[in-house]
């Protein structure tokens, strides 16, 4: 059943995407009418309506569990709060909106790594969005094909505890690559992710096995995977390089902990974490990590 439910969200989006090509190509050819305008705009409506239904079918309310899959515990059941339930729908319907709008970057960004850098141009991770949901992660290609060669000891340079952190400065980014990480438009292709998987716009990013067993050193490491992973992050704002392993997994601790308590409101945090992440991407200018305990602390249960 999964499976169908998986398939209509995916003609769904295939339908808005091609609805949205005909429409620019009418605006391109100066043939739309006000007609003709309201008649593609219902369709992508009940097109999307149709996509979202198929996703709540879906049961993707709330993160799997923390499981034994990695050796953790499984946790307490999360109970229905209206900020998670706000949280989910309004992922739902932003990926939609986002996939529709951004329908063309998504088309034209593959072939322009095609003739700049050539092939490949995905580049496809398994990433664990839970402790027992590992699913396939898609991005564009930003670096060179034999990034993962031992010349490069991207794991010796830049492993720390857990987190690889790999600075733009780094000569394995290609010239598109530093522009599609620095607009994190590599990202767009894992609202995919948040539509079939469960994952949220906002959220602790997903990890690889390896960064998993790492982490497992620090105690209490898995109370990160307590919430829906994202696209960015609590410590995204802050900026990656902007604290040390320990103050990381403890923002990302002090995140999830907001899923699971009853009177935090972490739909109001994500609303915050949307926007420094937007004016990160504009300015340039990081959230200090002070201020990002501050509004974790002010949207918890006094």
Known sequence: MNRFFRLLILAAIALVVMYAGQLLRQI???????????????????????????????????????????????????GFKYSNFAKRFTD????????????PVLLLIPVLIFIVEGYPVFYISKRYISLSNCVSVLKFRTMVRD???????????????????????????????RILERTQL??????????????????NRPLPLDNIKLLQQFEGWEHRFDS???????????????????????LECMYSKLY??????????DLCIAYYTVRMLFTGKT???????RLIQSVSPK
């Open 28 to 78: 391109m050819a100066s043939e739309l009418t006000y007609q003709s305008f309201w008649h593609y705009l219902v369709r992508v409506l009940l097109i999307l309506s149709a996509g979202i239904a198929g996703v709540l079918l879906l049961g993707r309310f709330s993160v799997y569990n923390p499981s034994e899959v990695i050796g953790s515990p499984p946790t307490p059941e999360v």
């Open 186 to 203: 590599v990202e767009i292709l894992q609202l995919f992710n948040v539509l079939l998987h469960g994952m949220s716009l906002i959220g």
């Open 287 to 293: 959230l200090p990590i002070e201020e990002a305990h």
């Open 228 to 250: 829906p992973a994202g696209l960015t992050g609590i410590t995204q704002v802050v900026g990656k390089l902007n604290q040390t392993p320990e103050q990381r997994l403890e």
């Open 147 to 177: 990034a993962t060669s031992p010349k490069y000891r991207l794991r010796e340079r830049f492993m720390r505890s857990g987190y690889l952190d790999i600075p733009l400065s780094c000569e394995v980014y290609t010239p598109l690559g």
């Open 260 to 269: 699971k308590t009853e009177g935090a409101n972490i739909f109001w945090c």
């Open 92 to 103: 739902v319907v932003v990926a939609f909106v986002l996939l529709l709008v951004l329908s």
